[in-house]
T-cell receptor, first 115, second 117 residues
Framework: AQSVTQLDSQVPVFEEAPVELRCNYS??????LFWYVQYPNQGLQLLLK??????LVKGINGFEAEFNKSQTSFHLRKPSVHISDTAEYFC?????????????FGAGTRLAVHP | DVKVTQSSRYLVKRTGEKVFLECVQD?????MFWYRQDPGLGLRLIYF???????EKGDIPEGYSVSREKKERFSLILESASTNQTSMYLC????????????????FGPGTRLTVL
C-alpha cells in the first residue's frame, strides 16, 4: 500500500518570498509522483509530475519539485510567490505497475500568500 | 480541452434521502473516479470504473454505490444519506492505455458540495 504525508497543513508566506511545500511518501513498490493545485471553489489541476528521468521537474506557474528516492520525498518549491498562488496543494502518488491509474493523495497544504 | 462536469455545485439533502450525484466527461475516457474531499484528510477514493458497467471499490465505499451505464456518465448514489456524508465530492476521468505503466492524467470536475441535514 502507498501513503502520502504532507508535513504542513498551512503555510503562510509574504508575496515575492520563496516557498517550499513538503511531501513524503511511503510505498513498497515504485511510484509516480504528482502535485495538484486547487484554487478556491474549483476542481484539482495538475501542477507537475515525476514519471522518470531528471529528478527535478518543472511545472506550470513557475513551480518545480525534486524527487529524492532515498528520502522518499517530493517537495514543491517556488522562488517567488504571488497573491494568485493562494490555493490548496495536494501531493499524490500512483503505483507504476497496475492499479488502473489510481491516485493516493496527501491531506493537502493550504498556501496563503499575504501582501 | 477535456471537460468534466458535475450536475450540481451545491446540494442540500435531508438524512435518509436517496441522493444522486452525476458526472459527465466529454473526452471518451475509459476510467472514471469518485472522490470525497474533507479538511485534513485530502481526497479519498470512493469508487472507480474502468469501463461501462464495470466498477471497483476504492478506499471508502461504505454507504455509497455507483452506476456507469454509458461511457461518458458516472453516477454516485447515496442510498440513505447521513450527516457524516456531508462533504465535497469530486469526479475525475482519465484515458487508459495498453500498458499499466503508462500514466494518463486524471482530469477533475469542479466538485459538488453536499450538505446532509
Amino acid at each position: 500500500a502507498q501513503s502520502v504525508t504532507q508535513l504542513d497543513s498551512q503555510v503562510p508566506v509574504f508575496e515575492e518570498a520563496p516557498v517550499e511545500l513538503r511531501c513524503n511518501y511511503s510505498s513498497s513498490v515504485s511510484v509516480y509522483l504528482f502535485w495538484y493545485v486547487q484554487y478556491p471553489n474549483q476542481g484539482l489541476q495538475l501542477l507537475l509530475k515525476y514519471l522518470s528521468g531528471s529528478t527535478l521537474v518543472k511545472g506550470i506557474n513557475g513551480f518545480e519539485a525534486e524527487f529524492n528516492k532515498s528520502q522518499t520525498s517530493f517537495h514543491l518549491r517556488k522562488p517567488s510567490v504571488h497573491i494568485s498562488d493562494t490555493a490548496e496543494y495536494f501531493c499524490a502518488v500512483r503505483r507504476i505497475s497496475g492499479g488502473y491509474n489510481k491516485l493516493i493523495f496527501g491531506a493537502g497544504t493550504r498556501l496563503a500568500v499575504h501582501p | 480541452d477535456v471537460k468534466v462536469t458535475q450536475s450540481s455545485r451545491y446540494l442540500v439533502k435531508r438524512t435518509g434521502e436517496k441522493v444522486f450525484l452525476e458526472c459527465v466527461q466529454d473526452m471518451d475516457h475509459e476510467n472514471m473516479f469518485w472522490y470525497r474531499q474533507d479538511p485534513g484528510l485530502g481526497l479519498r477514493l470512493i469508487y472507480f470504473s474502468y469501463d461501462v458497467k464495470m466498477k471497483e471499490k476504492g478506499d471508502i465505499p461504505e454507504g455509497y454505490s455507483v452506476s456507469r451505464e454509458k461511457k461518458e456518465r458516472f453516477s454516485l448514489i447515496l442510498e440513505s444519506a447521513s450527516t457524516n456524508q456531508t462533504s465535497m465530492y469530486l469526479c475525475a476521468s482519465s484515458r487508459t492505455s495498453g500498458s499499466t505503466t503508462v500514466h494518463n492524467e486524471q482530469f477533475f470536475g469542479p466538485g459538488t458540495r453536499l450538505t446532509v441535514l
